[in-house]
């Protein structure tokens, strides 16, 4: 019954390792989403995607990248992983008809 | 610019207790709105979506409420059991459509001790 699956659970990367987040969804939803959370600050947007090809800037990009080179998949890039990109990352699936489904989460620490 | 706020931030009941969690938002012109809940280091689950033509949705003895002209929306949570311990969280979508793109608040976080 899983709808939103995040690859990993738990992640340990080392400063300036280029990290992936990979996510799938089964839904054949448009739109696709990268947030994250921290204590305190809540979620908040990343990047999301509207369509195959297609990524639009949310309000913390930097340091992030995505690709999206499949309708059910988006992943999330970390170019060079930064001490302070250690977070919980939850990838989140939608369309215009249906209320957004979220993963399980990725805890990615960067040591 | 839209911002969401959840009170209190943290609650504690004993177990068989009704209880309200509130939501309110800035801008009234809003899409829908969506609860969702959170165990403790896992993702979201959604437990209600009010769409803004809607008052209120009910599952099982949750039941959610939306006044707009208002900016609130409170969830209600009928004879709490400790397995309702979790951080519940409300988000509307950015924007007067169904963008996906949500703004969250802080979220409430639920304790009910047996």
């Known amino acids: 019954d899983v709808k939103v699956t995040q690859s990993s659970r738990y992640l340990v990367k080392r400063t300036g390792e280029k990290v992936f987040l990979e996510c799938v969804q089964d839904?054949?939803?448009?739109?696709m989403f990268w947030y994250r959370q921290d204590p305190g600050l809540g979620l908040r947007l990343i990047y999301f995607s509207y369509d195959v090809k297609m990524k639009e800037k949310g309000d913390i990009p930097e340091g992030y990248s995505v690709s999206r080179e499949k309708k059910e998949r988006f992943s999330l890039i970390l170019e060079s992983a930064s001490t302070n990109q250690t977070s919980m990352y939850l990838c989140a699936s939608s369309s215009s008809v249906e209320a957004d489904t979220f993963g399980s989460g990725t805890r990615l620490t960067v040591v | 610019k839209q911002e969401v706020t959840q009170i209190p931030a943290a609650l504690s009941v004993p177990e068989g207790e009704n209880l309200v969690l509130n939501c309110s938002f800035t801008d009234s012109a809003i899409y829908n709105l969506q609860w969702f809940r959170q165990d403790p280091g896992k993702g979201l689950t959604s437990l209600l979506l009010?769409?803004?033509?809607?008052r209120e949705q009910t599952s099982g003895r949750l039941n959610a409420s939306l006044d707009k002209s208002s900016g609130r929306s409170t969830l209600y949570i009928a004879a709490s059991q400790p397995g309702d311990s979790a951080t519940y969280l409300c988000?509307?979508?950015?924007?007067?459509?169904?963008?996906?793109?949500?703004?969250f608040g802080q979220g409430t976080t639920l304790q009910v001790k047996p």
């Open positions: 009010i769409q803004s033509s809607q």
């Open positions: 988000a509307v979508p950015l924007g007067s459509s169904n963008t996906g793109k949500l703004i």
């Open positions: 839904m054949d939803h448009e739109n």
